[in-house]
């Protein structure tokens, strides 16, 4: 039986996903590997932010095609006010949306088709501070066309909920920051794209495929 110091030296893994068999499997594998440790299996995204402001987590397993809620919106939220490693498992071939997770923020990308071994990959990359797109997302992300940008992954977050309408006090609350904050940020994203007032910066952003 693992001593307490083992387990508080693990990493903990968060899996949202709405599928029970994905649930099983990936407690199955991480069980193989002493130290990772399967603190909770979502089958919701609504409640991952309450789960993540209870408890430590230090990995995020999030799958894009989730019920009710888009994966990217949760992904935006979790990454822009919690700053947490997120790495995207999905089944989905829509490389579009992976390639906007990525710009959001997050740090791997690994098909739900890929061999076990590339899961575990990927969390050792992101837990250095690397990105990791396993062979079979990279093929397809290959096709889309990559702009420079220096948007943070808090400015995106702050982007995408400006692009759903929501205001200055909405995305404060939705990320936890101070209404100076994101006002804050809105100017540099005034700047960064080289615009000069907040209702061009969608225009701007959209012209450049950030969103």
Same mark, same amino acid.
């Not at 387990?7 to 594998?29: A, E």
């Not at 209870?54 to 994966?71: F, H, K, T």
């Not at 100076?180 to 225009?203: Q, W, Y």
């Given at each position: 039986?693992?001593?307490?110091?083992?387990?508080?030296?693990?990493? =903990?893994?968060?899996?949202?996903?709405?599928?029970?068999?994905?649930?099983?499997?990936?407690?199955?594998?991480?069980?193989?590997?002493?130290?990772?440790?399967?603190?909770?299996?979502?089958?919701?995204?609504?409640?991952?932010?309450?789960?993540?402001?209870?408890?430590?987590?230090?990995?995020?397993?999030?799958?894009?095609?989730?019920?009710?809620?888009?994966?990217?919106?949760?992904?935006?939220?979790?990454?822009?006010?919690?700053?947490?490693?997120?790495?995207?498992?999905?089944?989905?071939?829509?490389?579009?949306?992976?390639?906007?997770?990525? =710009?959001?923020?997050?740090?791997?990308?690994?098909?739900?088709?890929?061999?076990?071994?590339?899961?575990?990959?990927?969390?050792?990359?992101?837990?250095?501070?690397?990105?990791?797109?396993?062979?079979?997302?990279?093929?397809?992300?290959?096709?889309?066309?990559?702009?420079?940008?220096?948007?943070?992954?808090?400015?995106?977050?702050?982007?995408?909920?400006?692009?759903?309408?929501?205001?200055?006090?909405?995305?404060?609350?939705?990320?936890?920051?101070?209404?100076?904050?994101?006002?804050?940020?809105?100017?540099?994203?005034?700047? =960064?794209?080289?615009?000069?007032?907040?209702?061009?910066?969608?225009?701007?952003?959209?012209?450049?495929?950030?969103?």
């Amino acid at each position: 039986m693992a001593s307490d110091a083992t387990r508080s030296s693990r990493h =903990k893994i968060l899996i949202v996903d709405d599928h029970p068999l994905t649930h099983s499997g990936l407690r199955l594998l991480f069980s193989q590997y002493p130290e990772y440790e399967v603190v909770g299996a979502l089958d919701r995204c609504e409640i991952t932010t309450a789960f993540i402001k209870a408890q430590p987590v230090d990995i995020v397993l999030l799958d894009l095609n989730m019920p009710n809620v888009r994966g990217v919106d949760i992904l935006a939220e979790i990454v822009g006010s919690h700053d947490m490693t997120v790495i995207i498992l999905t089944g989905e071939r829509q490389f579009g949306e992976i390639d906007y997770a990525l =710009k959001l923020g997050a740090r791997g990308v690994v098909s739900k088709a890929d061999p076990p071994d590339e899961i575990i990959a990927a969390c050792e990359a992101a837990l250095a501070g690397e990105v990791y797109i396993s062979a079979s997302m990279r093929s397809g992300l290959s096709t889309i066309e990559q702009l420079p940008t220096s948007l943070s992954s808090r400015q995106m977050a702050i982007l995408h909920y400006l692009a759903q309408g929501e205001t200055n006090k909405e995305i404060s609350y939705r990320l936890a920051i101070a209404q100076p904050t994101v006002s804050f940020h809105i100017g540099e994203l005034r700047r =960064k794209l080289g615009v000069a007032s907040n209702r061009k910066i969608i225009e701007r952003a959209q012209a450049l495929r950030l969103i």
